[in-house]
Nanobody, 123 residues
Framework: QVQLVESGGGLVQAGDSLRLSCAAS????????MGWFRQAPGKEREFVAR???????HYANYVKGRFAISRDNAKNTVYLQMNSLKPEDTAVYYC?????????????????WGQGTQVTVSS
């Protein structure tokens, strides 16, 4: 298990940008994939983006071209740059660690989760 702490959420207007950060506690065997998920009120948690240790990325169709996931392995930190935000992007955003490197969109392949950070986009 690793401990994850997200930050960077807030209230913005449609079209604005935000950058979320996720700081992870260090592990000696720390070459694992990371993902971002989100959960809107009354909806299930859904996949947003994932990144391997080496930087290979994959996005959900509804954020492709607007969001960018990146990581700084030296800082044990993963980022989610969110541009051209829409009201439907409003949700609590969670980062998660895929310690077994399944590199999947599925929630149950992720071992550790942060507490989440609220992103609210007004129209």
């Amino acid at each position: 298990q690793v401990q994850l702490v997200e930050s960077g959420g807030g209230l913005v207007q449609a079209g604005d940008s935000l950058r979320l950060s996720c700081a992870a506690s260090a592990r000696t065997d720390s070459r694992y994939a990371m993902g971002w998920f989100r959960q809107a009120p009354g909806k299930e948690r859904e996949f947003v983006a994932r990144i391997t240790w080496g930087g290979r990325t994959h996005y959900a169709n509804y954020v492709k071209g607007r969001f960018a996931i990146s990581r700084d392995n030296a800082k044990n930190t993963v980022y989610l740059q969110m541009n051209s935000l829409k009201p439907e992007d409003t949700a609590v955003y969670y980062c998660a660690a895929d310690l077994s490197n399944y590199y999947s969109d599925l929630l149950n392949t992720y071992d550790s989760w942060g507490q989440g950070t609220q992103v609210t986009v007004s129209s």
